[in-house]
């Protein structure tokens, strides 16, 4: 998370002492200075939010996704007279907010990580080393597809028909969003569980699963496409 995060930084600096003006937009030189601090928000709270899934603390981690959305919501609509800025800040807080939270909620267990010795987290890391290597492309291709539509609409036509295409984007996407979220923490947990206990015979939860999600979202697709 530190090492993205400088990384970012740099790219920030850079990105304003050679004037490089990518999304045709003078203001951004000035907020992209927050990338850092929401990279190292977002990083904090995705690892107190593994760790309480690993406890099983799933009422900790749904308050921190209702804090998180809570307070963007309501920092981008109190801000939003604002104009540019209230889709930022209102982003910037609620990752602060979750991400102090859930912080919070993880404090008493980090007197165990002092006992965690080094040699084990070596050890752990090259066990996993290949996990990094085969899910890095995948995410970034994932991450890369969704955001490239924004940054093409933001080059060709400006900020402001790029806010209302990501506040689209948002809308539009908040059901699958919530309901996905939810299910793939829980189900990554029982997967992992059921994989050491039982072996592979995984098949039949997976699709189990699949097909009770396929029955949920079925509603809200045929709605969000008719109308």
Known sequence: VIFISTLSF???LFYNKLNWNFFKNDDIGSWI????????????????????????????MAQGKVIQG??????QAILGFLKKTGLILGLIIGQIFSALFLFFKCRKDFKNLF????????????NYKKMPMLSTPGAFADTLSLQMPILFVSYFFGGFLTGLFSFTIRILSTPSALIGVAVSQVVFKKVNDDLKENGNKILFF??????GL???????LIIVFLF
């Open 70 to 75: 809570g307070t963007i919501s309501a920092v």
């Open 10 to 12: 740099i790219f920030a």
């Open 214 to 220: 396929l029955v949920i979202i079925s509603p809200i």
């Open 206 to 211: 997976i699709l189990k699963v699949y097909i």
């Open 115 to 126: 006992k965690i010795k080094k040699e084990k987290i070596v050890q752990n890391a090259l």
């Open 33 to 60: 200075y927050l990338l850092p601090v929401s990279i190292i928000c977002i990083g904090v709270y995705n690892i107190c939010n593994y760790w309480l899934l690993r406890s099983d603390k799933y009422a900790s």
